[in-house]
């Protein structure tokens, strides 16, 4: 009888944390990088950071990060989340250990996603020079030449 609470117990605790929670975590680091290195990347999560970096966020959250530096082009690149093979598995874990519980856990938290694209990598354009017009062309007094 000890024997079969201790299992029951186990399956249903086991089933609180959700398969995808367990083995992948709630979290996952994004790399950030970009061409010229030492571009100031800004998220819409409130995450700073010089290029090349990385960062960590909630495996649920979509966000965009624009890229800047100066003499460059700004960037902006979305980063979206879309279910992992890793996490569908885990996902799928709970139809044997934790059931209704751990699947609503791993919806909840997010662990079933990955981020992409990962690593994030902006290549930022040279803003153009301003057009400068030319000098105006004289003649020998001085004057416009039309």
Known sequence: MKVILIVITAAFAGGLGGCATVTRGTTSQIQIDSE??????????????????????????????????????????????????????????????GGVVGMGVDAATGATYEHTPNPVRAVLQPERPVQQTPPAIRNRRGKPVS
């Open 36 to 97: 010229p290195n030492g571009a100031l990347a800004r998220t819409t999560l409130n995450h700073n950071c010089t290029t090349p970096c990385m960062i960590q966020v909630s495996r649920k959250d979509e966000f965009a990060i624009t890229f800047s530096k100066p003499g460059y082009i700004d960037e902006r690149i979305d980063v979206k989340t879309q279910i992992a093979g890793s996490g569908a598995a885990g996902f799928a874990g709970n139809i044997i250990l």
